[in-house]
C-alpha cells in the first residue's frame, strides 16, 4: 500500500481495498491542498517532542522539492495546537519543539489570523511545559514581534535554527532564497540585541550551480561574522523537477566535496570553541535517557548539546543543574550539582 502523506485520511478506505482485493494498492491522488486532523498519534519520545503546527511550504527554493511533494502553507488551528501540547504535557513531555518547513509564516489564511509571536506567546502559558523550540524559521520572514516574543517567552529556548545556506547574494538569488547576506546580518544584529545568550544554528549547502571560489568564501565569511554554535552542511544534489537542477554550471563533484571539507571543518572548530567555551559553567540539562556508560543519564542543555553526566535514574525527565567538566566536539560531560524539579 504506497500513498501520499496528502491522503493519510483515505488510510482506512485503502487499506480495505487492498486487504479486499489481495492487491497491491497505489494511491497517487492530487492533493486537496486541505488540512485534516484528528488523527491518532503515536510519539517515539517520552520527554521531549515535535508538535507540527503546519504543513507545506510556499516559497520554491529552486533546490527543494518539499513545496511539490508537500503542497502549499497549511498552518493548523492554534486551538488544536495549544490542546495538542497540553495532551503531550500530561504524559510526561517537558521539551516541545513547535514544527513546519516556516514556522515564521505561521497563522496565514487561518479564519482567525495569527501570528507566530502570539502562537508562542500562548503556547509559553501552558503549565507544566518546561521547554518550547521551533524550527524552521526562515530568515525573510522573521519579524520584529517574533524577536520581542522570543526574548519576553522564558521558556523558549536561546538556541536559534536560522539556515543561510550561503553567504552570497548572488547564489541566494540563484536560490529564491528572497534575502541577502546584509539583511541576514542585519536580522541577526536584531536577535542578539534583543538576546544576547541567542546561539545560532544554520544549514548550509555548497556546489549549488553556479557557485565560484568567491561565492564559497562570502559564505566561509558569513560563519565567522554570525559565529554559528552548530549547523548542518551538505553538497548541493540535484533533485529532479526542481529548476536548479537544469541550471547551468553545476559544479563538479570534486569541487563541491573540497568545499564541504573546508566547510566543516570551520563550523566544527567553532563548535568545539562553543562547547569549551560551556567548561565550568552551569547549564540546566533535561535528562531524557540512559548514557552510554553505566550510572550515565543522557540530557541536552537549551542550546541542544548532547551532555552526559552521572546521575541517578530518578533524574530522567527532570531538568537539573549540571556543572560542564569536558567537552569535545559534539559532547559535554558534566556533574550535577543540585537536584531540583
Ligand atoms: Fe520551503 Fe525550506 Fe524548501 Fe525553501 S528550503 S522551499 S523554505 S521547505
Not at 533546490?63 to 508537500?70: D, E, H, Q
Not at 489570523?113 to 526562515?138: C, D, N, P, W, Y
Not at 536580522?187 to 545568550?197: F, I, M
Amino acid at each position: 500500500l504506497v500513498f501520499g502523506t496528502h491522503s493519510l485520511h483515505h488510510f482506512p478506505e485503502l487499506m480495505y481495498n487492498a486487504l479486499l482485493d489481495g492487491k497491491r494498492v497505489f494511491e497517487r491522488g492530487n492533493d486537496d491542498n486541505q488540512l485534516y486532523e484528528g488523527f491518532p498519534v503515536k510519539r517515539d519520545g517520552t520527554f521531549k517532542g515535535w508538535l507540527p503546527i503546519m504543513y507545506g511550504c510556499n516559497n520554491f527554493c529552486t533546490y527543494c522539492v518539499v513545496p511539490y511533494v508537500r503542497g502549499r502553507e497549511r498552518s493548523r488551528e492554534k486551538n488544536i495546537i495549544v490542546s495538542e501540547a497540553k495532551n503531550m504535557i500530561e504524559s510526561g513531555y517537558k521539551d516541545i519543539t513547535l514544527l513546519g518547513q516556516n514556522v515564521n509564516s505561521y497563522g496565514k489564511g487561518l479564519e482567525n489570523e495569527i501570528t507566530f509571536a502570539q502562537l508562542l506567546k500562548q503556547v509559553e502559558q501552558i503549565e507544566g511545559l518546561k521547554r518550547i523550540r521551533f524550527m524552521t524559521s526562515h530568515p525573510k520572514d522573521l519579524s520584529d514581534d517574533l524577536i520581542e516574543a522570543m526574548r519576553d517567552c522564558d521558556k523558549v529556548c536561546r538556541h536559534l535554527h536560522l539556515p543561510l545556506q550561503s553567504g552570497s547574494d548572488k547564489i541566494l538569488k540563484a536560490m529564491n532564497r528572497r534575502h541577502t547576506a546584509g539583511e541576514y546580518i542585519e536580522t541577526v544584529g536584531k536577535l542578539k540585541e534583543a538576546n544576547p545568550e541567542l546561539g545560532f544554528s544554520s544549514d548550509f549547502i555548497v556546489g549549488f550551480p553556479g557557485e565560484t571560489d568567491e561565492d564559497f568564501a562570502a559564505t566561509l565569511d558569513m560563519v565567522d561574522r554570525v559565529g554559528y554554535i552548530q549547523a548542518y552542511s551538505f553538497k548541493y544534489s540535484r533533485r529532479a523537477g526542481t529548476p536548479a537542477a537544469v541550471y547551468p554550471g553545476q559544479v563538479p563533484e570534486k569541487i563541491k566535496a573540497e568545499r564541504l571539507n573546508v566547510l566543516q571543518e570551520k563550523l566544527f572548530s567553532r563548535q568545539l570553541n562553543f562547547n569549551k567555551e560551556c567548561i565550568g559553567k552551569i547549564m540546566p540539562v533535561l535528562f531524557e535517557s540512559k548514557g552510554k556508560k553505566k550510572g550515565q543519564l543522557f540530557g541536552r542543555t537549551p542550546y541542544m548539546q548532547n551532555l552526559h553526566a552521572e546521575a541517578p535514574a530518578e533524574s530522567l525527565n527532570r531538568i537539573l543543574p549540571v556543572r560542564v567538566t569536558g567537552a569535545t566536539v559534539n559532547s559535554l560531560s558534566g556533574t550535577v550539582i543540585q537536584q531540583q524539579n
